[in-house]
Every structure is written in structure tokens, then in C-alpha cells.
């Protein structure tokens, strides 16, 4: 075994778990006048990930059914990688907690650490939404900060 503890480099700090750790919390109401389109049978952009940040979980909250007149399905990409199956109208009711997966295609991503901003989309397939809302929670980490500080 190496033990290469004497020469590892710490960044300079101190910083606050706050300060790197950040957490947004992204209401998406189908029918919100502001979001008009979002209902429809197509992918939608729903929140772009900050460049120089690290995503490091995210969680979709439904928190009013989702509802269609169809049989419509919802899928999560994140960065175009698909990070959900597709899921049922029916299992997005309220109270669901969708855990986003970051690592769904085995590649061990790093949403937007670069000098791009990574988008959070949504699909709608088979039929349009007709209401509901979600809260999006996604958790990332000021990696540029770091290394301009550390």
C-alpha cells in the first residue's frame, strides 16, 4: 500500500461548507404561464447548470400530480445523457421523490465543470402534460472556486 498523505495538497481555505456546497431548489409548474410549451410532446430545457460547478445529486419532487389526458411519459437527461428511465404519468404523483442518476451510463460524470453550462431536460413523450408541478433539487459543488482559491 502507498501511503501518500505527506505529499498531498490541501487547498489554502478555510472554506465554509456553504461557500462550495450549494443547493437550488427549481419549481416547474406544467401550466405556469412563464413556462408556456413545457406541456407539450418534446424535450425542454428546465435549469442550465452553472459552469465551474460540479453536480453532485439531483432529486425531481412531484408536488401536485402530474396529469395528461394520454398515456404521457417523462424522462430526465442531464448534459443529453439520459439520467432516468422513462416513467409513467402514473407513478409521478404527489410526494414521489425521483433520484436523478448521475452515473445511469457508467461514465462517472461531472455535470458542467467546463467552460459550458449543462442543461437539466425534460422529454415529454407519447401525449402532452396537462398539470401538475415538480420542484427540481439539484446539489452541486463550486469546484472553480476551489482551485482559483486553493
Known amino acids: 500500500m502507498a501511503d501518500v498523505t505527506a505529499v498531498i ?11 462550495l456546497h450549494r443547493d437550488r431548489v427549481v419549481e416547474v409548474g406544467v401550466l405556469d404561464a412563464a413556462l ?3 406541456e407539450t410532446v418534446a424535450t425542454h430545457n428546465i435549469f ?7 453536480l453532485v445529486s439531483a432529486k425531481l419532487v412531484v408536488v401536485e400530480d402530474i396529469t ?5 411519459t ?3 437527461a442531464i448534459g443529453g445523457k439520459d439520467v432516468t428511465a422513462v416513467i409513467a404519468k402514473a407513478k409521478l404523483v404527489q410526494g414521489a421523490v425521483i433520484n436523478l442518476d448521475l452515473d445511469a451510463t457508467g461514465d462517472n460524470m461531472s455535470y ?4 459550458t453550462a449543462v442543461t437539466i431536460d425534460m422529454t415529454v413523450g407519447t401525449a402532452a402534460l396537462t ?3 415538480f420542484i427540481l433539487y439539484p446539489t452541486y459543488v463550486d469546484i472553480k472556486g476551489v482551485l482559483e482559491n486553493g
Open 9 to 19: 495538497k490541501e487547498t489554502k481555505g478555510p472554506f465554509e461548507f456553504e461557500t
Open 36 to 38: 408556456s410549451g413545457i
Open 48 to 54: 442550465a447548470v452553472p459552469t465551474g460547478l460540479a
Open 68 to 72: 395528461s389526458a394520454g398515456a404521457a
Open 74 to 76: 417523462v424522462k430526465i
Open 112 to 115: 458542467a465543470f467546463d467552460a
Open 131 to 133: 398539470g401538475g408541478k
